[in-house]
């Protein structure tokens, strides 16, 4: 069963904190690569980071280094995303995705499993 599902999203004022968590059945849980990805309205989904289920190697793209950190908790099966000093310009729509590798995790191809999203919204 294929299963990736979103939550922790909700409002925050800007420099707060979320933690948003992505549960996957077992058999998603055994992809080698589980990302974070965004979208804003009328803007392309961007990845915001990614871990390899096997080494545990993260990466996150330059506009979250430092604030955001992507961790796997394999006793509950989630990927979590642990987002700090919150701007405006992270309000989107989250989605965790489930791939083969982490190779070129940025780019949308190779993603084989999709969430429905989960909703943050910082307000200035």
């Known amino acids: 069963q294929v299963r990736l599902v979103e939550s922790g999203g909700g409002s925050v004022q800007a420099g707060g904190s979320l933690r948003l968590s992505c549960a996957a059945s077992?058999?998603?849980?055994?992809?080698?690569?589980i990302g974070w990805f965004r979208q804003s309205p009328g803007k392309e989904r961007e990845g915001v980071a990614a871990?390899?289920?096997?080494?545990?190697?993260?990466y996150s793209a330059d506009s979250v280094k430092g604030r955001f950190t992507i961790s796997q908790d394999n006793a509950r099966r989630t990927v979590d995303l642990q987002m700090n000093s919150l701007k405006s310009e992270d309000t989107a729509m989250y989605y965790c995705?489930?791939?083969?590798?982490?190779?070129?995790?940025?780019?949308?191809?190779?993603?084989?499993?999709w969430g429905q999203g989960t909703q943050v919204t910082v307000s200035s």
């Open positions: 995705a489930a791939g083969v590798t982490c190779m070129n995790w940025a780019t949308l191809s190779g993603w084989g499993y």
């Open positions: 871990i390899s289920r096997g080494t545990g190697s993260t």
């Open positions: 077992a058999y998603t849980y055994s992809s080698s690569c």
